[in-house]
């Protein structure tokens, strides 16, 4: 089963994504960019997928992607946004830090596809 870190600033949605794919990936949440950092240092060796809330008060969902990428080169980085694409959005995907943009409200069914069975 993957190990994927859900960062989100409102419990609400972490506390929903974790009931949702409890059975088919090994999941861990952050309410924080200080806490997905503490978490990615206490699992790196498994942990191989991050996915991130855009818009966060204490960090950018990009900016906090970046520093885990930079933490650990191999993460495969996802981003949840209620926002049309920005440029910034734009160039994390053209860049790679970002594999793909997942859209709120999210489509619980196509997120846990992408992260059960694409390629990492």
Do not use: H, W
């Not at 419990?11 to 924080?32: C, G, H, M, P």
């Not at 200080?34 to 206490?42: D, F, H, M, T, Y």
């Not at 080169?73 to 995907?93: H, M, P, R, W």
């Amino acid at each position: 089963m993957r190990k994927v870190l859900f960062v989100d600033d409102e419990d609400i949605n972490l506390f929903v994504f974790q009931k949702r794919y409890e059975k088919s990936l090994n999941v861990l949440t952050a309410n924080n960019g200080e806490l997905a950092r503490e978490i990615l240092k206490g699992n790196y060796a498994d942990l191989e997928i991050v996915i991130s809330d855009f818009k966060m008060p204490d960090e950018e969902g990009l900016d906090l992607l970046a520093a885990l990428k930079k933490m650990k080169e191999t993460l495969v980085c996802y981003l949840l946004t209620g926002y049309e694409d920005t440029q910034e959005i734009l160039n994390a995907k053209k860049s790679g830090l970002v594999k793909e943009v997942f859209r709120k409200p999210v489509n619980y069914d196509l997120l846990e596809k992408e992260l059960t069975d694409a390629p990492l």
